[in-house]
């Protein structure tokens, strides 16, 4: 009932499982991962403990093939189940039990396991697996673009519902607590692949950071253009963005100072503002950013990105219609 592929990014180690399915909420169940062990798709008549166990034997040194023969080997429904495991060596296994419905079955190679059940036939996997040997993307990209090859291929015979992807490094989680880099789930979905690469898509644009060289300086050109833009949706210094945030100290009457602008993380360094952009403006902006999740692409004064330039021209679009 599920095509998925486990993997690892040869040139970080990122572990990684996608997967879609005619299946409610596929991502609650088949995708395991831990950044440093591996990762775990479970799946068939999936045995939801072969994530977690599956990971406790990877941690405790074993391999990937060793750790599914461990899982595969006590359970009594072994020959319903699939599943697949890659190790934070590359090392991939993947298990196809007999009794599982037609046509079931895997692949595996350097740094990737994939498998499916219920699935048009072969080369559904072959789709998942060829795409992922030919590269040529950002790894999350890459497994979404596998599982949109599986979906072309004639995917799962029962039709599409739900998708998901799981990608871990270490400290790579929000505010680096944890080592959930990406974690996307479309649970009930009509296109649940391509639903998955636009939250990708967005995830991308709110907690990926520019580099220096996509940005752009404020010069007085831009300036004049960023202050109509930013006017059109009340972002103006003063406006109805910059009160959005405020400390709950200043709303109970403490006099506790305000957080410093200066150790908020931003990418470059500051340059001279142009006459028609000062510290005012440019705060403005960055309450503006805040409120639409941007935090992480602040650039240092002087600068804007690229990318929250194009979002900052869509969203002045759009309130002009």
């Known amino acids: 009932m599920t095509y998925s592929i486990v993997a690892r990014d040869p040139a970080t180690g990122d572990l990684a499982v996608a997967v879609q399915s005619k299946f409610l909420a596929v991502g609650a169940v088949v995708p395991w991962a831990r950044a440093g ?37 006590p359970d009594q429904l072994r020959d319903q189940r699939q599943a697949g495991i890659v190790d934070t060596h590359g090392e991939a296994a993947s298990h196809t039990g ?8 895997g ?59 799981l990608v871990v490094r270490e400290a790579g989680g929000y505010g680096g607590g944890n080592d959930r880099w ?15 690469g636009r939250l990708l898509g967005l995830q991308r644009l709110y907690l990926d950071r520019p580099s220096i060289d996509e940005l752009i ?11 109509a833009l930013m006017s059109r949706l009340g972002a103006e210094p003063g406006g109805r963005f910059g009160g959005v945030y405020q400390p709950m100290s200043v709303l109970i009457g403490d006099d506790a100072p305000a957080a410093d602008p200066a150790s908020r993380p931003m990418t470059g360094s500051p340059r001279p503002l142009p006459s028609n952009w000062d510290m005012d403006w440019q705060s403005a902006l960055e309450d503006w950013m805040a409120v639409e999740n ?25 309130a002009s219609r």
Do not use: M
Request: contains cysteine; hydrophobic residues 50%.
């Open 37 to 73: 062990v591996g990762a775990v798709a479970t799946q068939a008549y999936a045995n939801a403990a072969y994530g977690p166990d599956g990971l406790a034997l990877l941690a405790g040194g074993a391999s990937a093939g060793g750790a599914l023969d461990g899982l595969v080997a």
């Open 107 to 165: 692949r595996t190679g350097p740094g990737f396991a994939a498998q499916g059940n219920i699935l048009a036939g072969p080369g559904v996997v072959d789709g998942l697996a060829d795409t992922f040997v030919a590269g040529g993307r950002p790894f999350p990209e890459l497994l979404v673009a596998c599982l949109a090859a599986a979906d072309a291929a004639g995917g799962d015979r029962r039709g599409r519902e739900s998708a998901a992807l």
């Open 98 to 105: 007999p009794e599982c419905f037609a046509w079931a079955g």
């Open 217 to 227: 300086a404020i010069d007085e050109a831009s300036a004049a253009e960023l202050r």
């Open 294 to 318: 941007l935090e992480e692409r602040t650039a240092a004064p002087g600068w804007i990105d690229k990318r929250v330039l194009d979002f900052l021209h869509d969203k002045a679009a759009a």
């Open 182 to 196: 990406i974690d996307l789930r479309v649970d009930d979905h009509d296109d649940p692949i391509g639903e998955l």
